[in-house]
């Protein structure tokens, strides 16, 4: 491998814009540079180019093109069908989400006060030591008082899938709008939006090879929609403010791509992962798989190395340009480990080594081998030097 | 990502005298698994010179870099020497540490101090004082004297050199009157800057359950009774009635007129209490 070559295994945190993206991007930036909104028709092909994104992106998702609102980000889409939901339900004070949701929904939740003025109660389900919620636990959490319930689809740090399609099932029997934070589950996993009961979902555009600063907000035909921004009447009056357009056209671009590489994402990566993980597991002993290893997306593992600590071994790993991420206290500029670890009672002789690595269609063998070459010897080295290291 | 200077990085990638010097003559042992970072340094000492110094760490690039840089500094210093080094010292010569990594430092200069003590066969002056933090076990003279060497003048920073105050949060106020405190001893007053901070869950069920414990409980057991918090919520706190309490028809009034207005008044002015059903 040469020496030079970056190993990219942090996908859940952002990803490479494919090529195919990035070509279909290029003309909206030079020549297509009218505004969609524009009543000339050199305005109005770029209109034309975002509505075909808008479909492109309802066939990965199984739902209407109408049914997709552009925006910035998945912070955006999560804040907007949350608040929607909250201000379409006035006289209902309770909030159902999970203790292991990004903090795009985590820290919005536990704001909701500040932020709408309202006090709200708020219940946030515990998980298990493998990162899944109890579906009884869920269920006994719906009350009439529930305005909304917010759960992530697919775990960022461990991959850990919870059972959204039965979860909004049961919310939805009960008059209870769903949201979803679909933002590591598209284009990973299969979804059909038009036979599930999910009212609300969230997507960003560079966790599946489009660039950063788009997302989408999928809003079921007829659910209760308050906008997040006041302005210009562009996205129907949903979302003021002239359209990212190349983005848009990225994504569009990104998710016909996704579609049809889904199968490969859930064989080769799949294969890929599986290799990474069971070699790690296997040559370095006081390793521990961290989540659920059924339920859970194809491309994503989280591991502890006992001992060691995490920002430590990253940075050895960026020696190789070797790049994962970790739930270590020290990436995180806080004191304590990831919150995703700790709700699931990870110790911290555990917590603090938690390397997660995130594969991508882009990710080759090569790679992998190259991984489980370097590893050993930069946990060993680390556990050498850790006092608290009891030897194998 | 940190920056890092190319010292830190180079210590951290190529660190001096790892491992343990055989019959040490002095061990300073600090930090722990759960705080993220620990530190073993082992020293032999000759007519009173550091002769050899080894360490083990656990933690981070910067604390495995202050490792290794003091044990380059203290090496063939004598004793009364090293005892002057400051945790200043030990960030000025990795050209500095990215300010949130400041306790790194001091966790170097802490396990010298350690071993030096041991040395001697002297208890730590550290050590006497009163645990103030206990998510990470700092004692009040560790932080009045991180205040006064490092001219702290805020809670956070107080937490970039010591921890701290960087778990719970629960020893805020106290950190805050040491900080006066220190601060008025060395008769410069300052202007601390404390920022309202968001508490988490963890933090509002101590603070809670603290004010419950001490302005709730004793009158309730005048009576017969008790209270018991069963969760926290967001705002809400849930508790439930115990003992007499339980068929006191004043239970309500109890709830609302006596806990939540202490609840309100001490923790948070947003709690609404309300009785488990």
Same mark, same amino acid.
């Given at each position: 491998?040469?020496?030079?070559?970056?190993?990219?295994?942090?996908?859940?945190?952002?990803?490479?814009?494919?090529?195919?993206?990035?070509?279909?991007?290029?003309?909206?930036? $030079?020549?297509?540079?009218?505004?969609?909104?524009?009543?000339?028709?050199?305005?109005?092909?770029?209109?034309?180019?975002?509505?075909?994104?808008?479909?492109?992106?309802?066939?990965?998702?199984?739902?209407?093109?109408?049914?997709?609102?552009? $925006?910035? @980000?998945?912070?955006?889409?999560?804040?907007?069908?949350?608040?929607?939901?909250?201000?379409?339900?006035?006289?209902?004070?309770?909030?159902?989400?999970?203790?292991?949701?990004?903090?795009?929904?985590?820290?919005?939740?536990?704001?909701?006060?500040?932020?709408?003025?309202?006090?709200?109660?708020?219940?946030?389900?515990?998980?298990?030591?493998?990162?899944?919620?109890?579906?009884? +636990?869920?269920?006994?959490?719906? $009350?009439?008082?529930?305005?909304?319930?917010?759960?992530?689809?697919?775990?960022?740090?461990?991959?850990?899938?919870?059972?959204?399609?039965?979860?909004?099932?049961?919310?939805?029997?009960?008059?209870?709008?769903?949201?979803?934070?679909?933002?590591?589950?598209?284009?990973?996993?299969?979804?059909?939006?038009?036979?599930?009961?999910?009212?609300?979902?969230?997507?960003?555009?560079?966790?599946?090879?489009?660039?950063?600063?788009?997302?989408?907000?999928?809003?079921?035909?007829?659910?209760?929609?308050?906008?997040?921004?006041?302005?210009?009447?562009?996205?129907?009056?949903?979302?003021?403010?002239?359209?990212?357009?190349?983005?848009?056209?990225?994504?569009?671009?990104?998710?016909?791509?996704?579609?049809?590489?889904?199968? +490969?994402?859930?064989?080769?990566?799949?294969?890929?992962?599986?290799?990474?993980?069971?070699?790690?597991?296997?040559?370095?002993?006081?390793?521990?798989?961290?989540?659920?290893?059924?339920?859970?997306?194809?491309?994503?593992?989280?591991?502890?190395?006992?001992?060691v600590?995490?920002?430590?071994?990253?940075?050895?790993?960026?020696?190789?340009?070797? @790049?994962?991420?970790?739930?270590?206290?020290?990436?995180?500029?806080?004191?304590?480990?990831?919150?995703?670890?700790?709700?699931?009672?990870?110790?911290?002789?555990?917590?603090?080594?938690?390397?997660?690595?995130?594969?991508?269609?882009?990710?080759?063998?090569? +790679?992998?081998?190259?991984?489980?070459?370097?590893?050993?010897?930069?946990?060993?080295q680390l556990r050498e030097m850790s006092p608290?290291w009891?030897?194998? | 990502?940190?920056?890092?200077?190319?010292?830190?990085?180079?210590?951290?990638?190529?660190p001096?005298?790892v491992?343990?010097?055989?019959?040490?003559?002095?061990?300073?042992?600090?930090?722990?698994?759960?705080?993220?970072?620990?530190?073993?340094?082992?020293?032999?000492?000759?007519?009173?010179?550091?002769?050899?110094?080894?360490f083990k760490t656990f933690?981070?690039?910067?604390?495995i870099?202050?490792?290794?840089?003091?044990?380059?500094?203290?090496?063939?210093?004598?004793?009364?020497?090293?005892?002057?080094?400051?945790?200043?010292?030990?960030?000025?010569?990795?050209?500095?540490?990215?300010?949130?990594?400041?306790?790194?430092?001091?966790?170097?200069?802490?396990?010298?101090?350690?071993?030096?003590?041991?040395?001697?066969?002297?208890?730590?002056?550290?050590?006497?004082?009163?645990?103030? @933090?206990?998510?990470?076990?700092?004692?009040?003279?560790?932080?009045?004297?991180?205040?006064?060497?490092?001219?702290?003048?805020?809670?956070?920073?107080?937490?970039?050199?010591?921890?701290?105050?960087?778990?719970?949060?629960?020893?805020?106020?106290?950190?805050?009157?040491?900080?006066?405190?220190?601060?008025?001893?060395?008769?410069?007053?300052? +202007?601390?800057?404390?920022?309202?901070?968001?508490?988490?869950?963890?933090?509002?069920?101590?603070?809670?359950?603290?004010?419950?414990?001490?302005?709730?409980?004793?009158?309730?057991?005048?009576?017969?009774?008790?209270?018991?918090?069963?969760?926290?919520?967001?705002?809400?706190?849930?508790?439930?009635?115990?003992?007499?309490?339980?068929?006191?028809?004043?239970?309500?009034?109890?709830?609302?007129?006596?806990?939540?207005?202490?609840?309100?008044?001490?923790?948070?002015?947003?709690?609404?209490?309300?009785?488990?059903?």
């Open positions: 491998m040469a020496a030079d070559k970056v190993v990219y295994l942090d996908n859940n945190a952002t990803t490479m814009v494919a090529p195919e993206v990035y070509e279909a991007m290029a003309p909206y930036f $030079t020549e297509l540079y009218g505004n969609p909104s524009s009543m000339h028709s050199f305005g109005g092909q770029v209109g034309v180019a975002v509505d075909r994104a808008r479909q492109q992106i309802g066939a990965l998702l199984g739902c209407e093109a109408a049914e997709l609102v552009f $925006t910035s @980000c998945g912070t955006e889409s999560d804040s907007t069908a949350i608040l929607s939901a909250l201000k379409a339900n006035p006289d209902k004070r309770h909030v159902i989400t999970t203790r292991v949701e990004h903090p795009a929904v985590k820290n919005l939740c536990e704001n909701l006060g500040v932020m709408t003025g309202t006090k709200y109660r708020v219940t946030m389900l515990k998980v298990s030591e493998d990162g899944m919620v109890d579906f009884d +636990e869920y269920v006994k959490a719906l $009350t009439e008082d529930t305005a909304i319930v917010s759960i992530m689809w697919a775990n960022n740090e461990t991959g850990v899938l919870f059972p959204v399609p039965e979860m909004a099932k049961a919310a939805k029997e009960r008059n209870i709008l769903f949201h979803t934070d679909a933002v590591q589950a598209v284009g990973k996993i299969p979804i059909n939006l038009q036979e599930l009961d999910i009212d609300y979902l969230s997507m960003s555009g560079h966790k599946l090879h489009a660039p950063k600063g788009v997302g989408v907000l999928y809003v079921k035909r007829g659910t209760a929609y308050a906008p997040f921004m006041t302005g210009g009447h562009q996205e129907h009056g949903r979302r003021a403010g002239t359209e990212n357009v190349a983005s848009i056209i990225g994504l569009g671009k990104a998710c016909e791509l996704a579609a049809a590489k889904m199968e +490969e994402e859930n064989t080769r990566v799949k294969a890929l992962r599986d290799k990474l993980e069971n070699g790690l597991l296997t040559t370095i002993p006081r390793s521990i798989l961290n989540g659920n290893k059924e339920h859970r997306l194809p491309n994503t593992t989280n591991i502890s190395f006992e001992y600590e995490g920002e430590a071994i990253l940075l050895h790993m960026n020696r190789y340009n070797i @790049c994962a991420s970790s739930g270590s206290a020290c990436t995180s500029g806080s004191l304590e480990p990831s919150h995703v670890l700790r709700a699931m009672g990870v110790p911290f002789t555990a917590a603090h080594g938690s390397i997660r690595f995130s594969l991508s269609v882009y990710n080759t063998e090569e +790679e992998i081998d190259f991984v489980l070459e370097k590893m050993p010897a930069i946990i060993g608290f009891p030897g194998e | 990502m940190w920056l890092y200077t190319d010292t830190v990085t180079e210590h951290f990638q190529n001096r005298n491992g343990e010097v055989e019959n040490a003559d002095g061990v300073g042992d600090v930090g722990s698994l759960a705080c993220g970072d620990a530190l073993k340094l082992t020293l032999k000492i000759e007519d009173d010179r550091i002769v050899d110094a080894k933690g981070c690039a910067s604390a870099a202050s490792s290794s840089a003091l044990t380059e500094m203290i090496k063939g210093m004598e004793i009364a020497e090293a005892e002057k080094i400051t945790n200043e010292d030990i960030a000025d010569f990795l050209g500095g540490l990215p300010k949130e990594k400041m306790h790194c430092s001091v966790m170097g200069r802490e396990a010298l101090e350690a071993a030096i003590a041991d040395y001697r066969g002297e208890k730590l002056p550290s050590a006497e004082g009163e645990v103030v @933090c206990e998510c990470f076990g700092v004692t009040d003279v560790e932080i009045s004297r991180a205040i006064k060497e490092s001219s702290l003048r805020s809670l956070e920073e107080i937490t970039n050199f010591t921890k701290a105050g960087g778990g719970c949060g629960k020893c805020e106020d106290k950190l805050e009157a040491l900080l006066r405190q220190t601060i008025s001893e060395g008769l410069q007053m300052v +202007e601390i800057d404390k920022k309202p901070t968001r508490m988490t869950t963890l933090q509002k069920i101590k603070k809670i359950e603290d004010v419950l414990e001490r302005e709730v409980r004793p009158g309730l057991r005048l009576d017969g009774g008790d209270i018991e918090l069963i969760d926290v919520d967001g705002d809400f706190v849930i508790v439930s009635m115990r003992g007499q309490c339980t068929s006191c028809a004043k239970s309500e009034t109890t709830i609302k007129e006596l806990v939540e207005k202490k609840l309100r008044e001490q923790v948070l002015e947003t709690l609404i209490v309300e009785e488990e059903k």
